[in-house]
Structures are given as C-alpha cells and as structure tokens.
C-alpha cells in the first residue's frame, strides 16, 4: 500500500498495523492515579477502533480505572510515534481473553488463563496524534544539520491528528 500522509484513513491504517505488529506501548491514566504510564501489550480491534490489555485486578492501573477513566497509550517507533486519547473501562470478557491468550501474555501471567485476579481493559479510541518519519536515517542527520546551521525546523516527517467515530 502507499501511503499518503494527507489521507487520515491511510494514516490510521498505518497505525493500527504497527500496533498489532509490535504491540507493547504504554499506558497511562488521564488525571487520575497511578501517574504514570504502565508498559502493556494491546491487542487491536479495528472495526470498533478498541485497544485491549490484559491485567491484574489487583494492579494500580486497574484500581485507579473504578468504572471508567480518561487514558492515554503511548505508541513509539523509530518511524512512527503515536499518543491515543480515550477511555479504558474494566471488563471481563472471557471470550475475548481466550482469544488473545498467547505465550508472551502466559509468560506475564504465571497463574494462568483461569487466574480470578485476571481481567481485560478495553480502550476506545477517541483521538489520535500521529507522527511518520518520512526521512531515512541519512536525509534525518542532513536535515538536522541543516536545521542547527539555519536555525529552521528540521524536515523530517509529517503529523496527523485522527478522530475516532
């Protein structure tokens, strides 16, 4: 596929595809405690633009989430960086933990797929901002060299901002 950085379908195509790639971003609640973004794997789906993330009932994130929760995940790649904005809710959806159980979530949940403190969050999706390095690594240092000797923003990408509806 091409991509045209104009065109916000490609760009969210884009991002959901590197999500699902790699997977591990980082989450974090929006006013609320825990400060600070926690490392979690998502599991993407696309047609209702959700991210879903394992996690202990027990955990800090989970117990600062009560019924639902401003949040943030934080998406970082060398060529493309991404912060989503929405909601996360607790919900216990066996289905969907039977679907997504794999080994890398088995290797972090040593009590297993039937442990009674292991729950889903569901994130949706309510916006997005989204950076794509259209420079390969040599244009970038050019760019950066250029941009210290003219004291002009580097050329080294674009950045969309996506709405989820």
């Given at each position: 596929m091409s991509l045209d950085t104009r065109n916000p379908a490609d760009v969210e195509h884009l991002l959901w595809d590197e999500i699902e790639r790699r997977?591990?971003?980082?989450?974090?609640l929006v006013g609320g405690a825990p400060r600070h973004a926690h490392p979690m794997t998502a599991f993407v789906e696309r047609d209702h633009r959700q991210l879903w993330f394992f996690a202990d009932t027990a955990s800090e994130?989970?117990?600062g989430i009560g019924v639902g929760q401003a949040a943030m995940f934080v998406w970082q790649q060398p060529d493309i960086q991404a912060c989503i904005g929405g909601q996360v809710t607790v919900e216990h959806d066996r289905g969907r933990m039977d679907r997504y159980w794999n080994a890398v979530v088995a290797a972090r949940q040593p009590r297993g797929r039937q442990d009674p403190r292991l729950t889903l969050l569901r994130f949706d999706c309510?916006?997005?901002?989204?950076?794509?390095?259209?420079?390969?690594?040599m244009r970038t240092?050019?760019?950066?060299?250029?941009?210290?000797?003219?004291h002009r923003p580097p050329d080294v990408g674009v950045n969309a901002h996506l709405t989820f509806h």
């Open positions: 997977q591990v971003g980082m989450l974090m994130i989970v117990q309510e916006d997005a901002l989204v950076w794509i390095s259209t420079a390969g690594p240092v050019w760019e950066i060299a250029k941009a210290t000797a003219t």
